[in-house]
Every structure is written in structure tokens, then in C-alpha cells.
């Protein structure tokens, strides 16, 4: 079966380097300037959970340079979404199923709706990891689990063939019926995640020490759960429960990627995870009060803006 890892930054970078050195055959997709960094500095991770390097990455900046595709793990941002349909249509042409591992939920009825539904499979991951100056993976701790599972019956043995895809390779791969349920209890968590860490500016160890602050975090995952209800997914009070004590098992120094990403003067997920939510409750005329004011607070950083342009004078 052949895999096209469709980004490599530091998601699509762990992954697709796991499954290489699983002996997959697997291809990055991914812009030139990726690619000259792919070629200068090979590919390599540095985990807890065992190092890996390769010096000759098999990569590809043109649908035209491969034969064909089974399986597209898309891996990029949500804020890069529509620029990857042109290429992913190509690539399901070619008789790949896409399998994304976006945050967030809005993104599959963009994919379904041009991709068509039989052709996207529902996914998400668990994982703590950036890239270094080099291009090469720094996993923070050893949680790595990638989900997948089936959002039609048609999937189901396709799903299959997945996870015995997945199984030599050395980063927990976990198939589920309840995908669609694991994707909202995963967007409770990190829109939670993302929007108090990157509005307060700070680890979840400082924010832990001040329950005020770690209340807004509270609040944003009962209206995620609220949000998912409104929509016949049965969240439920345990999730809740489970994200809140999730927020306390995580190491001290623990941020999001979104509060990286706004440190650096880099784009965010803004729009793509609290302004969708916030598009979605709108439209059964609900109110996510806490979510919004997060929002609003770190919209003017949604583009990016780098650290000399937020000095004060």
C-alpha cells in the first residue's frame, strides 16, 4: 500500500518517519521549501520513544511524481486547507483515501464535499512535537496515538487494512467505530488547550496555579460539550470530567502548539477551531460566551505578528 504523507511539519514528520523506518512504503508531499530542507538536513526524530534519522528522504512537490496513492495521511494546517484541495483531488484520483489529522471538526465537510464522502476517513492524533531549526521532529513526551476509524460502512474494510498498515510501526495506532465521537472529544480538549494557553501567554503549570485562570479552560469544554450535543454527538459529563483531569496530568512546562505558533509570530488555528465553533453555534442560535471572548482576545494575532510588532512603545 502506498502512503502519502501529505505535510511535514511536525506531525506529518513523526508519522511519515515512523512509518519509514517501519519499512512502509511512504512518500512526502510537501512545497520546495520543505523539500530543500528535506534534502540539506535528511529527516530525523528525537523522542522519547526511541530516536530515528534518515539522510535520504523520498519526497515529492507534484502529483504528477506519484504513480499512485492508497492511503493520504494530511498532515497541515487548518489555515492551509483549501490551498491542499487541488493536489488532494489529484491524489484521490489516483485511488488514494484521505485520512486527516487536523484539529477540529469543520474541516471534513470541506473534504467531503470535494473529495467526496466515500473518499475521507476520519482521524486525529495525540501527540506533543515541533520541528527544530533543521526541520526534525522534538517529541515532548511519549504520547504519539494516531486515531482513525470509518465515517461510513463502505470504510470499514479499508479501516482494517490501515490498521494492519500501521501495526510495525513504532507509534500507538488505535481503530475506532467511534471515530466521530474521539474527533469532538479531541476538539473539547484543544480548543480548551490552545485558547488558554496562547490568550494567557502561558504553560498549563502556571495557569494550574491560578484556578481563576484555569477556570476559562473549564468553561470552554462545557460549551465544546454543550456544542457537540447540539449536534447528536453524545459527549458526555465523564468526557468532561476526563478532559478537565487531563489538564492536570499534563507536565508543568506543557503549552499548545497554537501558543508556539503565536510566540514565533506565526499564523493560528483561530479561525479554523474557536471560529468554527463559534460558526456552528450559530447557527443553532447558541452562545459560547467563554469561547468568544477567547477569540476576540487572540484575533489580532491570528495572522501572525511577530514579537517586535507587540512591544510596547
Not at 504520547?143 to 513504532?170: I, K, M, N, Y
Request: charged fraction near 25%.
Amino acid at each position: 500500500m502506498k502512503i502519502v504523507i501529505f505535510g511535514a511539519g511536525a506531525l506529518g514528520a513523526y508519522y511519515g518517519g515512523r512509518l519509514l523506518e517501519s519499512g512502509r512504503d511512504a512518500v512526502f508531499f510537501v512545497r520546495e521549501k520543505r523539500a530543500e530542507k528535506l534534502k540539506r538536513f535528511g529527516l530525523a526524530i528525537h523522542s522519547p520513544n526511541g530516536d530515528a534519522a534518515f539522510t535520504e528522504v523520498p519526497f515529492a512537490t507534484r502529483t504528477e511524481e506519484i504513480g499512485k496513492a492508497d492511503l493520504v495521511l494530511l498532515a497541515v494546517k487548518g489555515y492551509h486547507l483549501r490551498d491542499t484541495l487541488p493536489a488532494l483531488k489529484e491524489l484521490v484520483k489516483k485511488g488514494g483515501k484521505v485520512l486527516p489529522i487536523l484539529n477540529g471538526v469543520e474541516h471534513y465537510e470541506v473534504l467531503q464535499k470535494e473529495l467526496g464522502k466515500e473518499n475521507v476517513l476520519g482521524g486525529l492524533s495525540y501527540i506533543m512535537a515541533s520541528l527544530d531549526e533543521h526541520g526534525h521532529v522534538i517529541h515532548a513526551n511519549p504520547q504519539d496515538a494516531l486515531l482513525f476509524g470509518p465515517l461510513a460502512p463502505s470504510q470499514e474494510d479499508f479501516c482494517a487494512q490501515v490498521e494492519d498498515l500501521f501495526r510495525p510501526a513504532s507509534f500507538t495506532a488505535i481503530k475506532t467505530d467511534a471515530i466521530e465521537t474521539a474527533i469532538w472529544e479531541k476538539y473539547m480538549f484543544i480548543t480548551a488547550f490552545s485558547g488558554v494557553t496562547s490568550a494567557a501567554d502561558l504553560p498549563i503549570g502556571i495557569i494550574r496555579s491560578h484556578p481563576e485562570t484555569l477556570e476559562i479552560a473549564r468553561q470552554i469544554v462545557k460549551e465544546m460539550k454543550r456544542l457537540a450535543n447540539l449536534y447528536q454527538v453524545p459527549l458526555t459529563e465523564e468526557q468532561v470530567e476526563k478532559t478537565e483531569q487531563i489538564f492536570q496530568a499534563l507536565p508543568e512546562e506543557g503549552t499548545s502548539s497554537m501558543h508556539r505558533d503565536k510566540k514565533k509570530g506565526l499564523p493560528l488555528e483561530l479561525d479554523h477551531l474557536h471560529g468554527a465553533a463559534l460558526r456552528m453555534a450559530e447557527r443553532k442560535k447558541a452562545k459560547l460566551p467563554y469561547i468568544q471572548f477567547v477569540y476576540q482576545l487572540l484575533k489580532p494575532y491570528e495572522k501572525g505578528l511577530k514579537p517586535s510588532e507587540t512591544a510596547a512603545p
